[in-house]
């Protein structure tokens, strides 16, 4: 149990420190690929199962859909307030809109986070601390992992530690109730894209 204990927390530690100081020192043109293989690699290293696979898959669709559904409903409607149009309109806005919404946000944040923390820090987490205290910890390195995007942006660091790490906890419950990661990344696929659309919608109209 001990020695289970500290792969897990070396893991989370590894995650947040990569996204901390290595990640962001990767030339922007190779970080999708390399976080999304390395997403791949600790996924076949900790022996997670992805459920990507029926009956898993339908389990995950069936709870991620609605979810999805519900987000971006939300997302959509909150474009309606000030602070947060402003807040949209600030937003960097990348010099290729339709690669960043079909590639960069899928693959780049949405696979390589949900496979990294979900899957394998979700899995090895759970092993090792059991669910509540497992996802937890997931929870945790997944806010304090967007610290350096914080920063980058200039946004409130507790802040965003804070709403990602209750995202986390979110994300990872969803993919313990299906057993598939499907419902988790449908989820997070939908808070990204609608809050991507939403910017770039609110700056055109600017």
């Known amino acids: 149990m001990a020695a289970s204990r500290i792969r897990a927390l070396t893991l989370a530690a590894g995650l947040v420190a990569w996204s901390g100081v290595v990640g962001p020192r990767i030339p922007p043109p190779w970080q999708m690929a390399v976080h999304a293989s390395l997403a791949g690699v600790l996924v076949r290293r900790s022996g997670a199962s992805l459920g990507l ?3 898993a898959l339908w389990r995950g669709l069936r709870l991620g859909l609605p979810v999805a559904a519900l987000v971006s ?3 959509a409607a909150s474009t309606a307030l ?7 309109a600030d937003r960097e806005r990348p010099a290729q809109a339709a690669q960043w919404l079909l590639v960069r ?3 780049g944040t949405v696979w390589s986070e949900e ?3 979900r899957a394998a820090l979700g899995t090895a987490a759970g092993a090792a601390f059991g669910p509540r205290w497992g996802r937890f910890l997931q929870a945790a390195a997944f806010g304090l992992s967007h610290i350096a995007d914080a920063r980058r942006v200039d946004e409130p660091i507790v802040g965003t530690v804070l709403a990602t790490g209750i995202a986390g906890w979110a ?3 969803l993919h313990e109730r299906s057993g598939s990661l499907a419902a988790p990344m449908l989820a997070h696929l939908a808070l990204n894209e609608a809050g991507a659309v939403g910017a770039l919608a609110v700056q055109r109209r600017g």
Do not use: K, Q, S, Y
């Not at 000030?82 to 949209?88: I, K, N, T």
């Open 53 to 55: 696979a029926p009956p």
């Open 73 to 75: 409903a939300t997302v």
């Open 171 to 173: 994300f990872g419950w």
């Open 82 to 88: 000030p602070l947060v149009r402003a807040e949209m």
């Open 115 to 117: 496979a990294a923390f």
């Open 105 to 107: 946000i899928p693959i």
